[in-house]
């Protein structure tokens, strides 16, 4: 993790998981895969409501798999400055 990532993340983590996982996850991917699987490759066997509780599922799945990830970076990190 460069020292300029370190800092920024330094400042999403100040906001909080639920914050990042609502904007990364949900907002930037589940919202997305949701247009796009639903619209424009349509499932025939889920409704447009059981589309959305999926990828919404599956973007705060993303969201806190990714926050981990960006923790581990960080502390590893941590401890080289």
Not at 52 to 63: C, D, E, N, P, Y
Not at 65 to 81: I, L, N, T
């Amino acid at each position: 993790m460069q020292t300029r990532e370190f800092d920024h993340w330094a400042k999403v983590r100040e906001r909080g998981m639920l914050r990042y996982v609502l904007r990364s996850g949900v907002v930037y991917y589940g919202l997305p895969m949701f247009v796009i699987m639903t619209y424009l490759i349509p499932h025939p066997r889920l409704t447009t409501g059981q589309s959305a509780w999926f990828w919404l599922m599956v973007g705060a799945g993303f969201g806190v798999a990714m926050w981990w990830v960006q923790e581990h970076r960080f502390r590893r990190a941590g401890r080289r400055y």
